[in-house]
Nanobody, 124 residues
Framework: VHPVESGGGSVHPGDSLRLSCAAS????????IGWFRQAPGKEHEMLGC????????FYENNVKGRFTISSDMPKNTVYLQMNSLEPEDTAVYYC??????????????????WGQGTQVTVSS
């Protein structure tokens, strides 16, 4: 089970970016898939999740309305569309999952399989 993130980069405030989480070694109905980020000096922060078994999604309040999580089942890939990016969104972004994981999880530790992360930098 190996989630693989991609799509990070350097953008300006107000720009949009779409991150991908490719499911390697598992399918999107393995369990819920969550998106997280870690800014320098801070702990991992959950952004939201998707459960492809019932199509449900969840977003944390600080990204609701700006970020959208979606799935492409044939491509076995989950996306994080990020709009109106701000410098405060600068972080390493991760996707994570686990067998029969739920969305939202009680804690991020319910997701035991994490990708290597992709860097997003927002600056003028």
């Amino acid at each position: 089970v190996h989630p693989v993130e991609s799509g990070g980069g350097s953008v300006h405030p107000g720009d949009s970016l779409r991150l991908s989480c490719a499911a390697s070694g598992f399918t999107l109905d393995f369990g819920a898939i969550g998106w997280f980020r870690q800014a320098p000096g801070k702990e991992h922060e959950m952004l939201g999740c998707i459960d492809n078994r019932d199509g449900s999604t969840f977003y944390e309040n600080n990204v609701k309305g700006r970020f959208t999580i979606s799935s492409d089942m044939p491509k076995n890939t989950v996306y994080l569309q990020m709009n109106s990016l701000e410098p405060e969104d600068t972080a390493v972004y991760y996707c994570a999952t686990d067998a029969d994981a739920v969305c939202p999880p009680a804690t991020k530790y319910e997701y035991g399989y994490w990708g290597q992360g992709t860097q997003v930098t927002v600056s003028s």
